[in-house]
């Protein structure tokens, strides 16, 4: 699976857009792009996830370059429930594993 | 929202002591997993599993573990024999197909002290 690069943190003020970075410029044709966040030590929650085009939830939206070598999450009003680690996780279309990093550490101020 | 469940949410147990760990899937996915993550590392893959049988392992994924679906709705997690360094949070995930496109949604997880 192809590898992600992300900031080990970043800072949001409440109420604004807030948008990570992912890196994955080896990433191949059949991979998905995957965004999780974990809250404190509960589990992994699934966020988006998108192959070529962008996409959009009632969450946040992903935005994808065209080459697909990065890509954006963009949690357009950021609250502080939002403060968590969010992961970037490439995964081929016939794979079972996900491969989690170490993600952006997203602080939300008040 | 459907949603997977897991328990406990904290088990303590002695070294060389067996534990199961368990899991409710959500009812209408066919693929099961095992992550763990120890304090302050990453979440780590451990096993798959599909139509009864282990699909993919990681290197973690030794002897010492086994799953199984015992019934159309529990999967769980056996660790034999329990060792210091198994103290981990461990999170059980399903998705309902196998393939890249199909999300995996996880528990929140039991968290393993082993004394």
């Known amino acids: 699976d192809a590898k992600t690069t992300q900031p080990p943190s970043m800072d949001c003020a409440e109420g604004r857009a807030a948008n990570l970075p992912c890196n994955h410029s080896?990433?191949?044709?059949?991979?998905?792009v995957y965004w999780y966040r974990q809250i404190h030590s509960q589990g992994p929650q699934y966020i988006i996830h998108?192959?070529?085009n962008n996409e959009t939830n009632e969450m946040a939206s992903l935005i994808i370059t065209e080459d697909r070598k990065s890509s954006t999450l963009i949690l357009p009003h950021a609250t502080l429930r939002d403060t968590a680690v969010y992961y970037c996780i490439v995964r081929v279309n016939t794979g079972n594993q996900f491969y989690f990093g170490t993600g952006t550490s997203l602080t939300v101020i008040p | 929202e459907p949603e997977v469940t897991q328990t406990p949410s904290h088990q303590v147990t002695q070294m060389g002591q067996e534990v199961i760990l368990r899991c409710v899937p959500i009812s209408n996915h066919l693929y099961f997993y095992w992550y763990r993550q120890i304090l302050g590392q990453k979440v780590e893959f451990l096993v798959s599993?599909?139509?009864?049988?282990?699909?993919?392992k990681s290197e973690i994924f030794d002897d010492q573990f086994s799953v199984e679906r015992p019934d159309g709705s529990n999967f769980t997690l056996k660790i034999r024999s329990t060792k210091l360094e198994d103290s981990a949070m461990y999170f059980c995930?399903?998705?309902?197909?196998?393939?890249?496109?199909?999300?995996?949604?996880f528990g929140n997880g039991t968290r393993l002290t082993v004394t």
């Open positions: 599993f599909y139509n009864n049988e282990i699909s993919e």
């Open positions: 995930a399903s998705s309902e197909r196998g393939q890249g496109y199909s999300p995996l949604h």
């Open positions: 080896t990433i191949s044709g059949n991979e998905y």
């Open positions: 998108g192959l070529k």
